[in-house]
């Protein structure tokens, strides 16, 4: 009886989690198999052409800001963090139309090619659940072990520090500033995101790793019926394109202390990708993670 009531909804959470990734272990024989039938997508892109939305993105946010300062003024407290989180969702809205009419352009099969399928949704989204909840282990270890080093190399003192739109959203309790925060990480952010570092970066990586132009101009998919080595070896330049997205994922986040948690959770969203070939999964995980972060931090 003691033992039970020592057990919270997060213990429940982490054994089912370690459950479902030691069955997806077994399944795959420890990962080996797990992309063995995932085929590069195709497509036309330029190698520079993942950067452009994030150009956009970058420009508009300065060049907003420079006009909104102009006409408010400094505005101080949550006024002036509510305006800003509204500039990097206008910035943000107009990057992913970008990316939209970019993939449309340079993806076979247009936004379907790109992995943006409506009728997959539901799918999509209970998949994404079972995906959260089999990495969640693995990003609690990545935190856990942060914490530990943190705490090695810098002292006992050592806290890793809270995400700067959470701190916002503990700090203050005006209900724009936090429809606009929770609008932003679990909506906007997670397509923006996602749209550039699974559906350009992560696609532009492995296609060249993979580089077998067509006569039209897009790079085929792998013969099917290949042979053992040819499928290790198109399984391993998917998890390569993975691993390097999941980097460029991970280092555009300021807070170094949640880059290995966030590494991590950018592996889930990658392999989620490579394996539907729908880019609706990863959004549908990156949001429940930022969901999940949000109402964790209100609940404190």
């Known amino acids: 009886m003691e033992f039970a009531e020592t057990i919270t909804v997060t213990h429940l959470i982490l054994l089912a989690g370690l459950i479902l990734f030691a069955r997806w272990l077994l399944k795959t024989s420890l990962g080996r198999k797990a992309l063995a039938d995932s085929v590069p997508r195709r497509n036309n892109m330029p190698a520079y052409l993942p950067f452009v939305p994030l150009f956009i993105c970058f420009g508009a946010v300065w060049l907003i800001a420079s006009i909104t300062h102009r006409v408010f003024g400094d505005l101080q407290g949550w006024q002036s963090n509510f305006l800003d989180n509204l500039i990097l969702c206008i910035s943000e809205l107009m990057s992913i139309v970008v990316i939209i009419f970019l993939a449309r352009i340079h993806f076979a099969r247009r936004l379907k090619g790109f992995g943006l399928n409506v009728k997959t949704i539901v799918k999509d989204f209970f998949a994404a659940f079972v995906n959260l909840l089999t990495v969640w282990p693995l990003i609690t270890a990545a935190i856990l072990l942060t914490m530990f080093f943190g705490e090695h190399i810098w002292g006992q003192e050592y806290q890793m520090q809270q995400h700067q739109e959470l701190k916002l959203m503990t700090e203050y309790t005006q209900l724009p500033l936090r429809i606009i925060i929770f609008v932003v990480a679990v909506v906007i952010a997670s397509l923006f995101e996602e749209m550039v570092f699974r559906g350009l970066f992560q696609t532009t990586i492995r296609s060249y790793l993979d580089a077998r132009p067509s006569n039209a101009g897009f790079r085929l998919k792998p013969a099917v019926g290949g042979s053992m080595l040819d499928t290790r070896r198109g399984s391993g330049k998917a998890w390569l394109a993975i691993v390097i997205s999941s ?52 609940n404190q």
Not at 269 to 289: C, D, M, N, Q, T
Request: charged share 5%; net charge positive; glycine share 10%.
């Open 247 to 298: 980097g460029l994922f991970t280092t555009i986040h300021a807070n170094t202390g949640h880059w290995p948690a966030l590494f991590v959770l950018g592996i889930c969203l990658g392999y989620a990708y490579e394996k539907s070939g729908s880019l609706i999964r990863p959004i549908f995980i990156h949001s429940l993670f930022n969901a999940a972060s949000i109402i964790a931090t209100l």
